[in-house]
């Protein structure tokens, strides 16, 4: 029998679907699992435990593997003590443990030198710089692009500028942000707000332009005024599109995130992973990248699961946490809408929303 | 072209006396050689319809019907609003019609809830913006017209738990609850199953029974035309002419039994030779091929 996976569009079974999300991750860390402890599968060096006779290696040294045969070689050659060594991968690939263990002690180990800030402080100022470049730039552009979307006119006079600006690289920005607005934190803002904002503009009008327009008329045979189309049509009916759009376009605000700190006096995530980098303390290096991606992935979670509570039309029969708490210190289970069938003789429709 | 028996003229005395007293009503509705054509660059332009007039009377069900392209959609769109004639004129109680308002409601063939709002707020929505009630009143007037049309119960669900046919009567009370001069329904049951358009069919002449208001139905379906009105409008496609208008000799009160009835029949049959025998010709025009089995003749 043929797997039902492999037909396209296929529906996943809740069971599947579950297994699927959690193998999406422990497949990538079985495979660095495999390349860190099994020694057959790369591990180009050798860590020397004993340096033997070979006058340049110390006991803890990283050494190419072809260069230690080689020393090796010559060494017996001279009939002299052999080093031994142990195959190990480079530097910059840690094992998961010990990336763990950076993760676990990270917030614990105090700094190398005692002006640099520590884990915690250096994601804090990240997530701050993150936090205001994009609420400034959502501060106009959701605005503007709702309003390009619903006004052709509007769309049209500004749309064609922001689509050229688009392309030009918001690092490119860089020496000028800091001219102007010096070496602390604005332009690194400043960076974040320019490479979300055009970008940002441009999505949501074009998500603003896929409203049905069947609704705007309806609404004008209600007696709706322009203003009112765009208030209380057009805004809530793209409005969990946009939200979507929202969650992609943060994404994007913390890719510009690492550029912007190199600007200026480097600081937060950036500055802490470079020092550690310096420090050849690679798996703190991964341990911060990995807090990144967690960061982002939780926040992501949360804005989901935060829309199904502000959306309560995308719902279907299922209780969000956030209602079920409210209902829950309101010491009352607020009654779901159950429709049931009518004199219609229908059966409602469900529409299942994913 | 078979011309049916003229019987679909034939009306019972008080039938006749029904339409004497409907034509001695106030006009609502007047249109004037009303001309709609479309142009694209590039391309011929389309005229929709060309210099039709009519006038509706007060509390008159008048349904609109043709072929599709005849541009029976075109007129409800022209008389809500929605578009602007290139030619002629409407008059809503003697006053020229300028863009859409809320004097004219409409109920459209696809579904036009706001999805956003529950079915109560859905109908609430044309008196909050006109700002003609307060949010109590409106509340209040919103549950009498969800009541109306048998929906009660759901007013705190959102449309998309509701089947169509209910989402078509929610429509219908939230346009009526603005209380329009005229109500334009544009195939408002075309997406429907057979048996639930019947049964919406019936909800529509009794809702129409018991409020006071004027309705024009594009249809192209025949049997719903005749089941529902007083007069037919039958228009012409390419461009869209008004053919002739027809009075419906049905008596009222309508029911599903009159289906078989002879008036009803009549008048079927005349509205299918005014418009069928072109669409049946179609057929015709395709080229002939034998490609099932000889011995094997569906026919």
Same mark, same amino acid.
């Given at each position: 029998?043929? =797997?039902?996976?492999?037909?396209?569009?296929? =529906?996943?079974?809740?069971?599947?679907?579950?297994?699927?999300?959690?193998?999406?991750?422990?497949?990538?860390?079985?495979?660095?699992?495999?390349?860190?402890?099994?020694?057959?599968?790369?591990?180009?060096?050798?860590?020397?435990?004993?340096?033997?006779?070979?006058?340049?290696?110390?006991?803890?040294?990283?050494?190419?593997?072809?260069?230690?045969?080689?020393?090796?070689?010559?060494?017996?050659? +001279?009939?002299?003590?052999?080093?031994?060594?142990?195959?190990?991968?480079?530097?910059?690939?840690?094992?998961?443990?010990?990336?763990?263990?950076?993760?676990?002690? %990270? !917030?614990?180990?105090?700094?190398?030198? $005692?002006?640099?800030?520590?884990?915690?402080?250096?994601?804090?100022?990240?997530?701050?710089?993150?936090?205001? %470049?994009?609420?400034?730039?959502?501060?106009?552009?959701?605005?503007?692009?709702?309003?390009?979307?619903?006004?052709?006119?509007?769309?049209?006079?500004?749309?064609? !500028?922001?689509?050229? !600006?688009?392309?030009? $690289?918001?690092?490119?920005?860089?020496? &000028?942000?800091?001219?102007?607005?010096?070496?602390?934190?604005?332009?690194?803002?400043?960076?974040? !707000?320019?490479?979300?904002?055009?970008?940002?503009?441009?999505?949501?009008?074009?998500?603003?332009?896929?409203?049905?327009?069947?609704?705007?008329?309806?609404?004008?045979? &209600?007696?709706?005024?322009?203003?009112?189309?765009?208030?209380?049509?057009?805004?809530? =009916?793209?409005?969990?599109?946009?939200?979507?759009?929202?969650?992609?376009?943060?994404?994007?605000?913390?890719?510009?995130?690492?550029?912007?700190?190199?600007?200026?006096?480097?600081?937060?995530?950036?500055?802490?992973?470079?020092?550690?980098?310096?420090?050849?303390?690679?798996?703190?290096?991964?341990?911060?990248?990995?807090?990144?991606?967690?960061? =982002?992935?939780?926040?992501?979670?949360?804005?989901?699961?935060?829309?199904?509570?502000?959306?309560?039309?995308?719902?279907?029969? +299922?209780?969000?946490?956030?209602?079920?708490?409210?209902?829950?210190?309101? %010491?009352?289970?607020?009654?779901?809408?159950?429709?049931?069938?009518?004199?219609?003789?229908?059966?409602?429709?469900?529409?299942?929303?994913? | 072209?078979?011309?049916?028996?003229?019987?679909?003229?034939?009306?019972?005395?008080?039938?006749?006396?029904?339409?004497?007293?409907? /034509?001695?009503?106030?006009?609502?509705?007047?249109?004037?050689?009303?001309? /709609?054509?479309?142009?694209?660059?590039?391309?011929?332009?389309?005229?929709?319809?060309?210099?039709?007039?009519?006038?509706?009377?007060?509390?008159?069900?008048?349904?609109?019907?043709?072929?599709?392209?005849?541009?029976?959609?075109?007129?409800?769109?022209?008389?809500?609003?929605?578009?602007?004639?290139?030619?002629?004129?409407?008059?809503?109680?003697?006053?020229?019609?300028?863009? *859409?308002?809320?004097?004219?409601?409409?109920?459209?063939?696809?579904?036009?809830? #706001?999805?956003?709002?529950?079915?109560?707020?859905?109908?609430? #929505?044309?008196?909050?913006?006109?700002?003609?009630?307060?949010?109590?009143?409106?509340?209040?007037?919103?549950?009498?017209?969800?009541?109306?049309?048998?929906?009660?119960? #759901?007013?705190?669900?959102?449309?998309?738990?509701?089947?169509?046919?209910? /989402?078509?009567?929610?429509?219908?009370?939230?346009?009526?609850?603005?209380? *329009?001069?005229?109500?334009?329904?544009?195939? *408002?049951?075309?997406?429907?199953?057979?048996?639930?358009?019947?049964?919406?069919?019936?909800?529509?002449?009794?809702?129409? /029974?018991?409020?006071?208001?004027?309705?024009?139905?594009?249809?192209?379906?025949?049997?719903?035309?005749?089941?529902?009105?007083?007069?037919?409008?039958?228009?012409?496609?390419?461009?869209?002419?008004?053919?002739?208008?027809?009075?419906?000799?049905?008596?009222?009160?309508?029911?599903?039994?009159?289906?078989?009835?002879?008036? #009803?029949?009549?008048?079927?049959?005349?509205?299918?030779?005014?418009?069928?025998?072109?669409?049946?010709?179609?057929?015709?025009?395709?080229?002939?091929?034998?490609?099932?089995?000889?011995?094997?003749?569906?026919?």
């Amino acid at each position: 029998m043929r =797997g039902a996976w492999s037909r396209p569009l296929a =529906g996943l079974s809740p069971r599947a679907s579950t297994t699927l999300w959690a193998a999406s991750f422990i497949v990538p860390v079985l495979a660095w699992c495999a390349i860190s402890y099994l020694p057959f599968v790369w591990h180009p060096m050798v860590r020397v435990t004993d340096p033997g006779d070979v006058a340049w290696m110390t006991p803890g040294l990283l050494v190419d593997r072809a260069a230690f045969s080689a020393e090796n070689a010559e060494v017996a050659a +001279r009939s002299g003590r052999p080093a031994v060594g142990a195959p190990a991968n480079p530097v910059f690939l840690p094992a998961p443990h010990a990336v763990v263990r950076a993760l676990v002690t %990270g !917030f614990t180990t105090p700094p190398v030198r $005692p002006e640099e800030p520590w884990l915690h402080q250096s994601l804090w100022h990240s997530i701050q710089v993150i936090f205001w %470049g994009f609420l400034l730039s959502s501060i106009i552009g959701v605005p503007l692009g709702i309003l390009c979307g619903a006004l052709p006119a509007m769309g049209r006079l500004t749309e064609p !500028f922001i689509e050229f !600006f688009r392309y030009l $690289p918001a690092p490119a920005f860089g020496a &000028l942000a800091v001219a102007v607005m010096g070496i602390e934190d604005a332009p690194k803002v400043a960076i974040i !707000f320019i490479g979300t904002f055009f970008q940002q503009v441009l999505v949501i009008s074009n998500t603003t332009r896929r409203i049905d327009p069947a609704l705007l008329e309806a609404a004008e045979t &209600l007696g709706a005024s322009r203003r009112v189309l765009i208030t209380r049509v057009v805004v809530p =009916g793209v409005i969990t599109e946009i939200y979507t759009d929202m969650r992609v376009l943060l994404g994007w605000a913390w890719t510009y995130l690492i550029v912007a700190e190199l600007i200026g006096v480097s600081s937060g995530i950036t500055y802490f992973i470079n020092q550690q980098a310096k420090y050849r303390a690679y798996e703190r290096v991964f341990a911060s990248i990995i807090l990144i991606g967690l960061i =982002g992935l939780v926040t992501d979670l949360v804005l989901a699961s935060l829309g199904r509570q502000l959306f309560p039309w995308l719902r279907t029969a +299922r209780r969000g946490w956030f209602s079920a708490l409210v209902g829950m210190l309101r %010491g009352r289970g607020a009654p779901a809408p159950a429709p049931a069938s009518n004199a219609d003789g229908a059966a409602p429709e469900e529409v299942a929303r994913a | 072209m078979s011309v049916a028996a003229s019987s679909h003229l034939e009306q019972a005395p008080e039938v006749r006396a029904r339409f004497d007293r409907l /034509k001695q009503r106030p006009v609502i509705l007047e249109v004037r050689d009303l001309s /709609k054509t479309f142009t694209a660059a590039g391309r011929p332009p389309t005229h929709a319809l060309q210099r039709v007039s009519f006038q509706l009377h007060k509390r008159e069900l008048t349904c609109v019907i043709g072929p599709s392209g005849c541009g029976k959609s075109t007129l409800a769109r022209l008389v809500a609003g929605l578009e602007e004639p290139t030619g002629g004129e409407m008059l809503l109680d003697g006053k020229p019609i300028h863009g *859409p308002g809320s004097d004219r409601g409409m109920v459209f063939q696809s579904y036009t809830l #706001f999805p956003w709002l529950t079915v109560l707020k859905n109908v609430m #929505f044309g008196l909050e913006v006109s700002g003609a009630a307060s949010s109590a009143e409106a509340q209040g007037q919103a549950k009498m017209w969800l009541e109306l049309v048998g929906l009660s119960k #759901f007013a705190s669900a959102y449309p998309h738990q509701l089947s169509g046919g209910m /989402k078509q009567r929610v429509a219908i009370a939230r346009a009526l609850a603005n209380r *329009p001069r005229m109500l334009l329904m544009d195939e *408002p049951f075309g997406a429907l199953d057979a048996q639930t358009r019947c049964q919406m069919q019936s909800y529509l002449l009794q809702i129409w /029974k018991q409020v006071d208001i004027t309705i024009m139905f594009i249809t192209h379906d025949l049997d719903e035309a005749v089941y529902l009105a007083d007069r037919i409008l039958v228009l012409d496609a390419h461009p869209g002419r008004l053919r002739e208008v027809m009075e419906v000799a049905v008596p009222r009160p309508r029911g599903p039994d009159q289906f078989l009835e002879p008036t #009803f029949i009549s008048a079927r049959r005349h509205l299918e030779d005014l418009i069928h025998p072109r669409a049946a010709q179609v057929a015709d025009k395709l080229p002939l091929f034998h490609m099932a089995d000889a011995g094997d003749n569906v026919e």
